[in-house]
């Protein structure tokens, strides 16, 4: 059985729209697309490489597949550490709207969320990876089925932007399970999944007579 991974890049204020060029989601007027690109490092990318050196398969939001698509199938050299993954193993999209997808290797999910990811976690060998993909990762996430979160934080902040944990998302604990600071100041932070949020209050010391 799989462990579902989520890869997700944000900003200091927890941006995750648009991280990898101007044009790649302008939606609600985005103007800051590429925020990620000056902090791409070698710490960066050998740490890219080791996560795709541990996937099954993958898992992806439609924006996030159509940009991938886009792109990584013209990288053919099969020693590339992402292309060769992303080209030869199997992509699971979630989407009601794409129907035709032509990236070899690619099957559509359009039933039950939770239903199809549990049977997808239960039928790959490896890590079923999620990358990017932010609405598809707030659901999954609300829905507990998120195992393992790489959270990689730039020392940048744009004030505007959708956001990974948005209002709303529902509470969640997480257990700190590693970290690692590229050249750059990426703040790699990975977590497992822990339930939900424990509570308390802090009490003030008792005053002595």
Same mark, same amino acid.
């Given at each position: 059985?799989?462990?579902?991974?989520?890869?997700?890049?944000?900003?200091?204020?927890?941006?995750?729209?648009?991280?990898?060029?101007?044009?790649?989601?302008?939606?609600?007027?985005?103007?800051?697309?590429?925020?990620?690109?000056?902090?791409?490092?070698?710490?960066?990318?050998?740490?890219?490489?080791?996560?795709?050196?541990?996937?099954?398969?993958?898992?992806?939001?439609?924006?996030?597949?159509?940009?991938?698509?886009?792109?990584?199938?013209?990288?053919?050299?099969?020693?590339?550490?992402?292309?060769?993954?992303?080209?030869?193993?199997?992509?699971?999209?979630?989407?009601?709207?794409?129907?035709?997808?032509?990236?070899?290797?690619?099957?559509?999910?359009?039933?039950?969320?939770?239903?199809?990811?549990?049977?997808?976690?239960?039928?790959?060998?490896?890590?079923?990876?999620?990358?990017?993909?932010?609405?598809?990762?707030?659901? +999954?996430? *609300?829905? &507990?089925?998120?195992? #393992?979160?790489?959270?990689?934080?730039?020392?940048? @902040?744009?004030? =505007? !932007?959708?956001? +990974?944990? *948005?209002? &709303?998302?529902?509470? #969640?604990?997480?257990?700190?399970?590693?970290?690692? @600071?590229?050249? =750059? !100041?990426?703040?790699?932070?990975?977590?497992?999944?822990?339930?939900?949020?424990?509570?308390?209050?802090?009490?003030?010391?008792?005053?002595?007579?």
């Amino acid at each position: 059985m799989a462990k579902l991974t989520l890869t997700s890049f944000v900003t200091l204020d927890g941006v995750y729209q648009a991280p990898g060029a101007p044009d790649e989601d302008r939606r609600d007027g985005f103007e800051h697309g590429g925020w990620s690109y000056p902090y791409n490092d070698e710490d960066f990318g050998q740490f890219i490489t080791e996560v795709f050196g541990r996937a099954g398969a993958f898992l992806l939001g439609r924006r996030t597949y159509e940009i991938f698509a886009g792109f990584w199938p013209k990288v053919t050299d099969p020693a590339d550490p992402v292309a060769g993954k992303l080209n030869a193993l199997p992509k699971y999209v979630a989407s009601s709207s794409l129907t035709k997808p032509e990236w070899a290797g690619t099957t559509v999910i359009s039933g039950d969320l939770a239903k199809e990811v549990t049977a997808l976690k239960e039928n790959t060998e490896g890590e079923l990876q999620i990358h990017g993909s932010g609405a598809l990762a707030q659901s +999954l996430l *609300a829905l &507990g089925l998120i195992d #393992t979160v790489h959270l990689l934080s730039f020392p940048v @902040v744009l004030g =505007t !932007g959708r956001r +990974l944990f *948005a209002e &709303g998302a529902v509470p #969640t604990a997480f257990k700190h399970v590693g970290a690692r @600071v590229t050249s =750059t !100041g990426v703040a790699i932070h990975t977590y497992d999944l822990a339930g939900r949020p424990e509570y308390g209050a802090f009490e003030l010391p008792e005053q002595s007579a």
